[in-house]
């Protein structure tokens, strides 16, 4: 695609997350998010076929460069530092694009969603990177015994999401150092 083509994808996402942030994805038009990025309407349909298929395509890329992150923070060290990067990359995504997170949270657990089948497989990747350090933690004998890894880092994702948008919309003066350490302090718990 051509940096033109990027730069009005990127425009039609940026003015999706502006609109849904405080009106919700369910209620937004084609009309809508063309106005707010400035663009003909057909621009929507040129790049995403419809209104669907652009918030399709912007569940996609949010949540790709938030695993971006998370697997950044991946290494060979303490899985319990590991864990603590990965945290602080979630916390960071969600500062920068908190409409994004207002949409995730809000759609991932509405069901059935209109966007459910690509939240699962979305929610799967971001989970699978999660998980993978929490095997690491068991390996080394760090977790107490009857955890359910699964269910442990479904919890962690809920909880880093929750948390972030906790900070961000009722306690925006914290630094993102405290809440990452109010969020590590209830992972710590899990582990020895």
Do not use: C
């Amino acid at each position: 695609m051509s940096p033109r083509g990027e730069a009005t994808k990127q425009k039609l996402f940026e003015a999706t997350l502006r609109l849904s942030a405080s009106r919700g994805l369910v209620g937004l038009t084609v009309d809508d998010i063309a106005a707010e990025a400035k663009v003909a309407k057909g621009t929507v349909y040129y790049n995403f076929g419809s209104k669907d298929g652009l918030v399709d395509a912007l569940l996609r890329y949010g949540v790709g460069v938030l695993a971006d992150r998370l697997r950044a923070a991946t290494g060979d060290g303490d899985p319990m530092d590991v864990i603590e990067s990965q945290v602080d990359g979630a916390l960071e995504f969600i500062a920068e694009y908190p409409g994004f997170s207002q949409i995730l949270v809000s759609e991932m657990w509405r069901t059935p969603g209109t966007w459910h089948e690509t939240l699962t497989l979305l929610r799967e990747e971001i989970i699978s990177i999660v998980r993978e350090q929490l095997h690491r933690l068991d390996a080394a004998g760090r977790l107490p015994d009857g955890v359910q890894i699964q269910t442990a880092a479904a919890g962690l994702f809920g909880t880093m999401l929750v948390v972030a948008l906790d900070w961000q919309v009722f306690q925006p003066k914290r630094t993102r150092a405290d809440v990452r350490e109010s969020v590590m302090v209830l992972i710590r718990g899990l582990g020895r």
